[in-house]
């Protein structure tokens, strides 16, 4: 089957330079743009059942821009100063400035992998193992994410800030595309709750993660595309990829 029709599971990239659109020239497909999940706050009120003192803590660790976003938010519904003193983990340089939001940037209290992957994170905290550290998440558990940190040498608790919950698209819309491309477990979960009778067929399935991967092969879903491999790193280039043998094998360089 010729894949003319794409579905990437994200939000529409904000200028032109993104690798998706170099794709859909070069390939001559249709690539839409629809996140199968979205972020919704968690109030302080739901926030307090959590028992959680944050400043009985000295380090946070954020593994994205969302929980640096809902974590100052709940510090200024529930009025609580952060002090100056207060450490940062983050997962990469990109959320760590994002800091700069919200407090006056200073490198010697922030701190990144320069990988920009979470499993790298644990070799920056263990240098700090006398913090207090708040790993601020969304109420979706990541197993991969929470096992690296209890492996790791440090003390820490985990603060739900935010929802990751389904966002809403039309089952029709859903059965018209040859191939979808998920990001996260959450987002398989949507695509039955947004279409319960989903029959895969010949429609293609992408991931990216081995988080994704597994919830896909869970759901008893056929794995098309998986990403990352240490040949293509990103998505976008396991895509061409894919594209390009797809052509081939219908006849078509």
């Not at 003192?53 to 952060?82: P, S």
């Not at 790298?120 to 990541?142: G, I």
Request: proline content about 5%; hydrophobic content about 35%; some cysteine.
């Amino acid at each position: 089957m010729k894949i003319k029709k794409i579905l990437v599971s994200q939000p529409k990239p904000k200028t032109n330079k993104s690798p998706y659109y170099d794709i859909a020239d070069k390939y001559n497909v249709k690539i839409d743009f629809h996140p199968f999940i979205k972020v919704e706050p968690i109030y302080a009120k739901e926030f307090r059942r959590q028992r959680i003192n944050i400043l009985a803590h000295t380090a946070i660790i954020f593994n994205a821009r969302h929980g640096i976003d809902h974590f100052f938010r709940l510090c200024e519904e529930m009025r609580i100063t952060v002090p100056e003193t207060m450490k940062y983990f983050c997962v990469s340089e990109t959320v760590a400035l994002y800091l700069q939001k919200y407090i006056q940037y200073r490198k010697r209290k922030i701190f990144f992998t320069q990988t920009g992957k979470f499993a790298d994170l644990p070799a920056l905290l263990n240098k700090h193992t006398d913090e207090k550290y708040l790993y601020v998440t969304s109420n979706v558990r990541n197993e991969e994410t929470m096992s690296i940190l209890e492996s790791s040498k440090i003390t820490f608790d985990q603060a739900i800030m935010y929802k990751t919950v389904s966002n809403k698209i039309p089952a029709e819309e859903l059965r018209d595309y040859d191939m979808m491309i998920f990001f996260s477990p959450v987002g398989i979960k949507s695509l039955f709750e947004n279409d319960p009778n989903f029959v895969q067929g010949e429609t293609q399935i992408g991931c990216l993660g081995t988080n994704t991967a597994f919830a896909i092969r869970e759901a008893g879903l056929r794995l098309d595309l998986e990403a990352p491999t240490p040949e293509f790193p990103s998505m976008a280039m396991a895509l061409e990829d894919h594209l390009k043998k797809d052509r081939k094998s219908n006849g078509k360089k």
